[in-house]
């Protein structure tokens, strides 16, 4: 089946120690997102792609950072994370037509820092 | 400010019961709004888009509403099930750019049996 995968589903690091979080679609979208949730809390979008043209929230940390090698590749790089990074982080994709776009999420990958 | 809120307290409901879930924004104009169920531990899956010039949308025992008005959507679940019970967001595109979403802190439902 078609759909966005995330690995790995849990990630645990240390505080200060860069962390890589991937995700993949098969789905052939244009567009990529990155969200951070917190327990309770809306998703909040972090960045996005589309196609190459990388796209960053104003309030989104120096401390993120991410990469698209390819249209069906997006990472999500952790330069130092803190403890309050402790999050699940969602990948999602949508096609890309502008008007009406819904998002398929991936399953997430909670985030642990010790 | 801009907002979108949700009821942050659960709502509980029988099994059989008609749940009605409330999406409210204010400092918007959203061109559409959707309506998205989160399980716990799992990504959001899409249910259902309404745009602007539409009252009401419905897909099976789902129906939603907007009234551009009020600033408001309601989120129906007729006939609900044990299986119903997870949370529910409701997202908009709030600078109308047409990719880009912005989800409300969600509802969570719980359906007894």
């Known amino acids: 089946d078609a759909m966005v995968i995330q690995n790995p589903r849990y990630q645990v690091t240390q505080f200060g120690k860069p962390v890589t979080l991937s995700c993949s679609q098969t789905?052939?979208?244009?567009?990529m997102y990155w969200y951070q949730q917190k327990s309770s809390q809306a998703p909040k979008l972090l960045f996005h792609?589309?196609?190459?043209?990388?796209?960053n929230e104003a309030d989104t940390p120096d401390n993120f950072q991410s990469r698209r090698p390819n249209t069906s590749f997006c990472f999500l790089d952790i330069r130092s994370p803190g403890l309050g990074d402790a999050a699940m982080y969602l990948c999602?994709?949508?096609?890309?037509?502008?008007?009406?776009?819904?998002?398929?999420f991936g399953p997430g990958t909670r985030l642990t820092v010790l | 400010s801009q907002k979108i809120e949700q009821n942050s307290e659960a709502l509980n409901i029988q099994e059989g019961k008609t749940a009605t879930l409330t999406c409210n924004y204010t400092?918007?104009?959203?061109?559409?709004l959707q309506w998205y169920r989160q399980d716990p531990g799992r990504g959001p899956v899409f249910l259902l888009l309404?745009?602007?010039?539409?009252k009401e949308k419905r897909k099976e025992r789902l129906k939603v509403t907007f009234d551009t008005t009020l600033k408001q959507s309601l989120f129906h679940i007729t006939a609900s099930q044990p299986a119903d019970s997870a949370t529910y967001l409701c997202?908009?595109?709030?600078?109308?750019?047409?990719?880009?979403?912005?989800f409300g802190g969600g509802t969570r439902l719980m359906v007894k049996p």
């Open positions: 999602a994709t949508s096609p890309g037509d502008r008007g009406t776009d819904t998002q398929y």
């Open positions: 789905l052939n979208h244009n567009v």
């Open positions: 792609y589309y196609d190459k043209d990388f796209n």
């Open positions: 400092n918007y104009s959203p061109a559409y």
């Open positions: 309404i745009r602007e010039n539409e």
């Open positions: 997202a908009l595109d709030v600078n109308n750019a047409g990719n880009m979403l912005t």
